[in-house]
């Protein structure tokens, strides 16, 4: 009998040296093999527009547009694409995030390699996976018995609060989404009024109460190579 053929992967990292970690981990099991890699969301979904992989493996935080809109823009492309997030971020926020926006799995990058391979088989068979941690953080935001103001909030508004928290001005956001700065604005409104604050004080006063200060100094570490130049 003939061997099945591998499954195709497109692997989504803004880093070379990481993609090149998880590629060669990737291709010494022969039933996968790495069809294209991106180093931008937007890249990212041009890519899988043309060679329509089996999963997606993407970064949260990427030049332009995050990780985020890229789930989104490929499941609008096609509603059965399986989409795996394999990012730094440990908070539970950033993770319900991304399952809200439709990836079926969430491994962090401090992961063991056995964990990603096997968060990969599952996906691969349409089953939710996520590694331990974000497993066990994501127990324990539920404990709480109370549904998180950070639920409320769409993908994308998620992604502005970040940037706004980091702190990136309404032109820098604006700039990186390739959006209007009316249109930031508008977002900034909305993030504010569904979160019942009135200012960027109190948002960032919020993200550390909820846990978020790991994840707001990697957004600030992300964005500050992003900002555009003078």
Not at 200 to 228: H, M, N, Y
Request: hydrophobic share 45%; charged share 25%.
């Amino acid at each position: 009998m003939s061997k099945p053929a591998p499954m195709r992967l497109l692997l989504a990292d803004d880093h070379a040296i990481v993609r090149a970690g998880y590629r060669h981990l990737l291709e010494r099991h022969d039933q996968y093999v790495v069809v294209a890699e991106a180093e931008t969301a937007d890249e990212a979904y041009t890519l899988f527009r043309e060679f329509r992989p089996d999963l997606v493996i993407t970064d949260l935080a990427m030049p332009g547009s995050s990780g985020l809109e890229a789930i989104q823009r490929i499941l609008r492309a096609e509603a059965t694409a399986r989409v795996l997030v394999f990012s730094m971020h440990v908070s539970p926020d950033f993770a319900m995030a991304a399952l809200r926006a439709g990836a079926l799995g969430y491994v962090t990058k401090s992961s063991p390699p056995d964990v990603l391979l096997r968060a990969i088989a599952d996906v691969l068979k349409g089953q939710r996976a996520l590694s331990p941690d974000i497993a066990q953080a994501l127990a324990l935001a539920r404990l709480a018995e109370r549904r998180r103001p950070l639920e409320e909030l769409t993908p994308r508004e998620f992604d502005i609060l970040c940037m706004l928290i980091s702190p990136a001005s309404v032109q820098e956001i604006a700039h990186r989404l390739h959006l209007s700065a009316k249109t930031v604005q508008n977002f900034h409104y909305q993030i504010k009024s569904k979160l019942g604050v009135s200012s960027d004080i109190e948002l960032t006063r919020l993200a550390i109460s909820w846990g978020l200060d790991q994840s707001l100094k990697l957004c600030r570490d992300e964005f500050a190579v992003l900002k555009p130049t003078q």
